[in-house]
C-alpha cells in the first residue's frame, strides 16, 4: 500500500496553523466518492482543514434511508422474535409500518452518535496513550468520513435484506461456511463494510501524524471490531448453550 506520509514535512502542519489560513478541504460531494476509491488522499487533505457534523448527518440519515426501503413486515417479525410469547399479541395491534419507522429513526439517531463514541475510544487509544499529536475535531472527521462506507453497505445491501431478513449483512462469515460454531458466529457479526470503514479509519488516523503509519493504527481498530463482534456469541456460549 502507498506510504501516504512521504508527502508530509513534520513542520509543515505547525507553521500553516501559526500564520495562514487552512486550506480548502474538497467540496461535500467529492469527498463522497474519494471515501471510497482515494481515502489517503481525502484524509491528507482534510487533516489541516477538519470537518465531520454535515457528512456524519448525511450517513446517519443515509443508514435511515436504507432502513426505510425494507418491508415492514420484515420488522415486525423482527420485534415479535424479540418478544416473550406471553406479550406478542400486543405486537399484532400495532401497524406494521410503526416498526418500521420506529427501526428506521434509531438506526439515524444511532449512525449519528456512534463517530462521537468511535472518536472518544480512538482519542484515548491513540492520543492518550499511544502518543499521537492530533484534536479530537481531526478524529472527529475520520470516523465521520469512513462512515461513507458504511452508509454504501448499508443502500447496497438492500436487496439481500429485501429477500432474507432485514438484519442480514454481507459478512466475513459469509466467506467461511465451511466453518460452524462459536467462530462462525464471530466471523458473521464482521460486516464486510464495517471491516472496510475501519481500515479506512486507520489508514486516516495515521495520517494525522507523520510518525505513524496505517498498518499498526488499523491493525488496532481491527482488533476491536473483532472483540465487539464477539460480545454476542460469548454471551450465548456462557448462558444459553
Known amino acids: 500500500m502507498t506510504d501516504y ?4 514535512d513534520g513542520d509543515s502542519g505547525s507553521a500553516a496553523a501559526g500564520t495562514e489560513d487552512p486550506p480548502p478541504r474538497p467540496n461535500f460531494f467529492k469527498r463522497l466518492w474519494m471515501a471510497i476509491v482515494k481515502p489517503g488522499e481525502l484524509f491528507e487533505a482534510l487533516a489541516a482543514n477538519p470537518a465531520w457534523f454535515p457528512m456524519a448527518a448525511f450517513v446517519a440519515v443515509a443508514v435511515g434511508i436504507s432502513f426505510s426501503l425494507l418491508p415492514a413486515e420484515a420488522f415486525y417479525e423482527a420485534a415479535v422474535a424479540n418478544t416473550p410469547p406471553d406479550q406478542q399479541a400486543a405486537l399484532r395491534d400495532q401497524p406494521w409500518e410503526l416498526y418500521k419507522w420506529f427501526a428506521a429513526g434509531g438506526a439515524t439517531v444511532f449512525v449519528m452518535v456512534l463517530p462521537v463514541f468511535l472518536s472518544l475510544l480512538s482519542y484515548v487509544i491513540f492520543v492518550f496513550i499511544r502518543g499521537d499529536r492530533a484534536t479530537f475535531k481531526q478524529h472527529l472527521c475520520v470516523m465521520s468520513h469512513a462512515g461513507i462506507i458504511t452508509a454504501l453497505g448499508a443502500l447496497a445491501t ?7 431478513h432485514a438484519q442480514d449483512t454481507l459478512a466475513l462469515g459469509d466467506l467461511t461456511p465451511f466453518l460452524d460454531g462459536y467462530l462462525y458466529d464471530v466471523l458473521n457479526g464482521v460486516d464486510l463494510f464495517a471491516l472496510w470503514a475501519t481500515i479506512a479509519a486507520g489508514l486516516g488516523l495515521s495520517l494525522l501524524d507523520p510518525r505513524r503509519r496505517w498498518a499498526p493504527t488499523a491493525a488496532v481498530l481491527v482488533v476491536i471490531l473483532l472483540l465487539s463482534a464477539m460480545i454476542g456469541p460469548t454471551l450465548v456460549a456462557l448462558f444459553v448453550s
Open 5 to 8: 506520509h512521504e508527502s508530509w
Open 158 to 164: 438492500v436487496p439481500i435484506r429485501t429477500i432474507n
